[in-house]
């Protein structure tokens, strides 16, 4: 079983920046893909950025260029750098792991809220 504990959500002001880190434990195992998913009320859960084992990365083409997935193998953590922050970020960010093959679902985390004011 494979249990995410998120952090580093919180409030900011448009322009600014959040990083937010999601730490794994559990029997993951060590081929896998990280992501990070979103939100907003009303909406659908939605990609925002994957990174595999190997390190490749994968965007929403609505974070390119502002955001930015990486991890720490030895650490099982992985995290998202936000900058350039829009109202439009605002929503509950969530940490997933599924496996490389098949893309099984492995867990979510319990998520953390991004607020972006204007």
């Known amino acids: 079983q494979v249990q995410l504990v998120e952090s580093g959500g919180g409030l900011v002001q448009a322009g600014g920046s959040l990083r937010l880190s999601c730490a794994a434990s559990g029997s993951i195992p060590s081929t896998n893909v990280m992501g990070w998913y979103r939100q907003a009320p009303g909406k659908q859960r939605e990609l925002v950025a994957t990174i595999t084992s190997g390190a490749s990365t994968n965007y929403a083409g609505s974070v390119k260029g502002r955001f930015t997935i990486s991890r720490d193998n030895a650490r099982n953590t992985v995290y998202l750098q936000m900058h350039s922050l829009k109202p439009e970020d605002t929503a509950v960010y969530y940490c997933?792991?599924?496996?490389?093959?098949?893309?099984?679902?492995?867990?979510w985390g319990q998520g953390t809220q991004v607020t972006v004011s204007s």
């Open positions: 997933n792991a599924a496996t490389v093959v098949a893309g099984i679902n492995l867990a």
